[in-house]
């Protein structure tokens, strides 16, 4: 079978980093370039005639839709298959990614995405989007947009922490996350966190303990340093620390756990 050829278009160096060694360990995929710049991925599609490319909405130059735009002035039988990966959640955001070109989306807020799911949706799914195999527009795969893994629990608090101001770029936001759903696991309100949670946390992670708290510390602040007020009450009608003005960690996960 042919190598599937791939761009990355992604502006995080450690997810580039992670993307290149999942593709490294798939015999059938060579990935032709990276870039972060919406305007250097066109250029770079049009050069290289990828048949996959693995585009993020959020660019250091430019952003996902823009290259989307640009694609659709690309006669069909150049335009490679997209595998969108974003942290938004907003539905009119996805909807204009799919109606411009997206083939496939991922979003990275949600716990079990990594890159390589993507390459092994690649993988699996290549047969049905590698140039000169999908004859004709008419039958390409239907555009989907997923929410991976996720429940409804698991999107539902995402999308509040988004609104608050703790997003996927935070390490605290994953973490978060991963500590609501270990306590409604556990014990509920009588988890003990330092003791259980945080280290099932770390030891995923490979960090340490205090790590996992610090973290979700560092989150919890940057939401109330830079949110305004009225988000925060809006979307957190919950008691803060008198203080501090603003929850300890302890009482943030709590609350969470029982909204």
């Known amino acids: 079978m042919d190598v599937i050829k791939i761009l990355l278009v992604e502006d995080?160096?450690?997810?580039?980093?992670?993307?290149?060694h999942c593709i490294d360990l798939c015999e059938r995929m060579e990935l032709m370039a990276t870039?972060?710049?919406a305007r250097h991925a066109m250029e770079l599609t049009?050069?290289?005639?990828?048949?996959?490319?693995?585009?993020d909405l959020e660019l250091n130059e430019g952003n996902g839709i823009d290259y989307l735009y640009q694609l659709d002035d690309l006669p069909v039988i150049d335009r490679p298959y997209v595998v969108v990966t974003t942290n938004t959640l907003s539905k009119p955001t996805l909807q204009m990614a799919r109606e411009?070109?997206?083939g496939f989306v991922?979003?990275?807020s949600l716990l079990d995405y990594s890159p390589a799911q993507v390459i092994g949706f690649i993988d699996r799914a290549s047969k049905y989007f590698k140039k000169g195999v999908v004859a004709a527009p008419v039958t390409a795969p239907h555009i989907e947009v997923r929410?991976?893994?996720?429940?409804?629990?698991?999107?539902?608090?995402?999308l509040m922490l988004g609104k608050i101001g703790i997003t996927s770029n935070l390490k605290g936001h994953k973490y978060i996350i991963e500590a609501v759903g270990l306590m409604r696991e556990m014990d509920g309100t009588n988890t003990d966190l330092s003791g259980k949670v945080f280290p099932i946390i770390a030891r995923r992670h490979n960090t340490r303990d205090q790590n996992i708290e610090k973290a979700i510390r560092?989150?919890?602040d940057s939401a109330w340093k830079t949110t305004d007020i009225d988000i925060l009450e809006k979307y957190y009608p919950y008691a803060v620390n008198i203080n501090t003005g603003r929850p300890t960690v302890k009482e943030f996960l709590f609350a969470l756990l029982e909204r």
């Open 12 to 20: 995080e160096q450690e997810e580039c980093d992670n993307f290149a």
């Open 35 to 37: 870039t972060d710049s």
């Open 46 to 55: 049009r050069e290289l005639d990828p048949d996959v490319v693995i585009l």
């Open 100 to 102: 411009h070109g997206a």
């Open 106 to 108: 991922f979003t990275k």
């Open 147 to 158: 929410l991976p893994a996720a429940n409804r629990e698991q999107r539902d608090l995402a």
């Open 218 to 220: 560092t989150a919890i």
